[in-house]
């Protein structure tokens, strides 16, 4: 099932940039297996994100990885944490399961998509 149809103006609202994952920790309040991510969005700065990435991800390789999110959400409460943004990523079968999006190659952080 599709979602649907949005305009251009609708897809510019959203600003998608790449960061890079600076530490991780274990999201032990969240209800579902998560981390607590810090991300370097380069003149954006340092922003915060819970993310449900645990299946497939382990804290160590996580860290230094570049990966793209939607930076201009409002903070999210989740639990005692306040999300700052959307770390984007695939489903597999499992919603559980979820593979990171990131550019194929190195590129600056803060960098938009489009």
């Known amino acids: 099932m599709t979602k649907p149809e949005i305009s251009w103006s609708d897809f510019e609202k959203i600003d998608i940039r790449v960061g890079t994952i600076i530490s991780v920790n274990d999201f032990e309040k969240a209800r579902n297996p998560s981390y ?16 449900q990435i645990t299946a497939l991800n382990q804290k160590d390789d996580l860290i230094g990885k570049q990966i793209l999110a939607v930076v201009n959400f409002p903070k999210k409460q989740i639990a005692n944490f306040f999300s ?24 600056k952080n803060g960098l938009e998509v489009g």
């Open 84 to 107: 700052e943004c959307l770390v984007l990523g695939v489903y597999g079968d499992n919603k559980s399961e979820v593979t990171l999006l990131s550019p194929s190659l190195p590129v």
């Open 36 to 51: 607590q991510l810090e991300i370097d969005f380069g003149d954006l700065g340092i922003k915060k994100s819970s993310a």
